[in-house]
C-alpha cells in the first residue's frame, strides 16, 4: 500500500503543478499498476480525478446502472459477467471512460486533502529517496515535528547509525539527503555546506571495505552537477574559504587525498574535467593499494 501511495500521491501533485496528464503518464513509473492508464482509472474510480470530458465515477456507474444493464455492457464489450455488482462496475469502469479527454482531468477536493496531508512526500521524493519509502513513512508517523525538522532528524539519525555500522557508502547517500533537504528549504549556504562535505569525505572515506569499494566512485557525478548548479547561480562567496572550513569541521584523521589536491581536483571537476578519467587518476594514484589493490 506505501508504493501505491507514493505513485498516487506523484500524480496528484504533478496535475497539481499544471503537468499534463499525457506528460505525467509517459513520464512517471506505474509499479503497482498494470500500465499507466490502469492508474488514472484508479484515481477516477477512488475519487481523486473527475473529467468534464466525459469520464464517470464508479459511484455514478453504480447510480445509473441495474446489474442487468452493466452485464450487458459487459457482454456487448467481449467482457466477463460474472461477479457482484461492484466488480461489474470496476470491469466497465475503463471502458465507459475510453472516449474521456485526457487534457480535461482534474483533482477533486479529495486529491487536494490527500496532497495536503502527505505533502511530506513531496520532500521525500526530492531529497530522501536514496531511503525505502516504507522506513521514512514510518518515521514521518512517529514524528511530532514539521516537515524538515523531521526530515533533517531523518538524515541525523543515518549518519549516526551508519558511521556505528561503518557504512560508509549510506553514510555519503545520509550527506547528499541532508543537503537536498536544506535547499528544498531553500537554505542553499547549508546545502553546499553538506554537499561539499560529501565530495571532501568522497575522497576521504571514514572506512570502505573491498567490497564497496569495487563499486566506489571517488567523485560523484551528481555531486559535482549540484555544486557547480548552485556556484553559477548563486552568489555564494568564496570557494576556497568555504571548502577550508568545511574541510576542517570533517576533521579528518586519516588522509587519503591531500588537502590542496582535493581543492585542485574540486576545480577541474566544476570546470566540466572528465568525472571518469579523475577518477581513474584517483584510484590509481591514491586508492587501489589502500582499499583495493
Known amino acids: 500500500m506505501s508504493e501505491q501511495k507514493l505513485e498516487v500521491f506523484n500524480v496528484l501533485n504533478f496535475l497539481n503543478r499544471g503537468y499534463e496528464v499525457e506528460d505525467i503518464l509517459k513520464e512517471g513509473q506505474f509499479g503497482t499498476f498494470p500500465s499507466a492508464q490502469d492508474c488514472i482509472d484508479y484515481l477516477v474510480k477512488e475519487g481523486y480525478l473527475t473529467c468534464e470530458g466525459g469520464a464517470i465515477t464508479a459511484e455514478e456507474i453504480s447510480k445509473k446502472y441495474t446489474v442487468a444493464d452493466l452485464k450487458g455492457l459487459l457482454k456487448e ?4 459477467v460474472s461477479g457482484k455488482k461492484q466488480e461489474l462496475v470496476d470491469r ?3 471502458v465507459l471512460n ?18 495536503k496531508e502527505n505533502d511530506w512526500i513531496d520532500l521525500y521524493m526530492f531529497a530522501l529517496a536514496a531511503f525505502r ?3 521514512y ?3 514521518v508517523e512517529g514524528s511530532s515535528a514539521g516537515k524538515i525538522e523531521t526530515a533533517l532528524n531523518f538524515c541525523d539519525e543515518v549518519l549516526s547509525r551508519t558511521l556505528v555500522n561503518n557504512q560508509f557508502l549510506i553514510f555519503l547517500d545520509g550527506l547528499t539527503a541532508k543537503a537536498h533537504v536544506y535547499a528544498y528549504d531553500n537554505d542553499y549556504g547549508l546545502f553546499l555546506d553538506y554537499d561539499l562535505q560529501r565530495y571532501i569525505l568522497g575522497l576521504n572515506p571514514i572506512s570502505l571495505d573491498a567490497q564497496s569499494y569495487a563499486i566506489y566512485n571517488v567523485i560523484d557525478e551528481a555531486n559535482i552537477i549540484n555544486l557547480r548548479n548552485v556556484l553559477e547561480k548563486l552568489d555564494m562567496g568564496s ?12 576533521k579528518i584523521k586519516n588522509t587519503t587525498v591531500p588537502k590542496k589536491t582535493c581543492y585542485k581536483i574540486l576545480q577541474r571537476a566544476l570546470d566540466g574535467a572528465d568525472i571518469e578519467e579523475l577518477n581513474f587518476d584517483l584510484k590509481e594514484k591514491y586508492f587501489n593499494k589502500k582499499f583495493g589493490i
Not at 570557494?239 to 568545511?246: A, E, G, P, Q
Open 77 to 80: 464489450n467481449g467482457l466477463k
Open 92 to 94: 466497465i469502469l475503463p
Open 98 to 115: 475510453e472516449g474521456a479527454s485526457a487534457g480535461n482531468y482534474e483533482l477533486t477536493d479529495k486529491a487536494q486533502e490527500f496532497i
Open 133 to 135: 519509502f516504507e522506513d
Open 137 to 139: 513513512e514510518i518515521y
Open 239 to 250: 570557494l576556497k574559504k568555504r571548502f577550508d572550513r568545511i574541510w576542517n569541521l570533517c
